[in-house]
């Protein structure tokens, strides 16, 4: 019985590893510098604080020089019908 071959499989499962990693870090970052500005204790919670709470995570380590992600407002959001 013939074994496959496993050509490059070890490579790309590293750096699947390597990537998701970095991802988490840099988000992780993000929500420190969300933390930093008081995000997180600032009220009231509406759609423009979730809005600006997600942009500086997703700015990740930019928010440190010099990006300051806001979003004042949300736009309409559909009614439910009733």
């Known amino acids: 019985m013939r074994e496959r071959a496993t050509y490059g499989r070890p490579s790309h499962e590293f ?3 390597v990537g998701s990693l970095l991802v988490l870090i840099w988000l ?3 929500m420190i510098a969300a933390g930093q500005r ?5 009220g009231p919670i ?10 500086t ?3 990740g380590p930019l928010n440190y020089v010099g990006l300051n992600p806001k979003l004042s407002e949300c736009g309409d959001l559909p009614q ?3």
């Open 80 to 82: 439910p019908s009733e």
């Open 38 to 42: 008081n995000y997180f204790v600032i």
């Open 46 to 55: 509406n759609c423009a604080g979730f809005g600006t709470i997600a942009l």
């Open 15 to 17: 750096g699947m590893r």
């Open 28 to 30: 992780a970052i993000g």
């Open 57 to 59: 995570a997703v700015a």
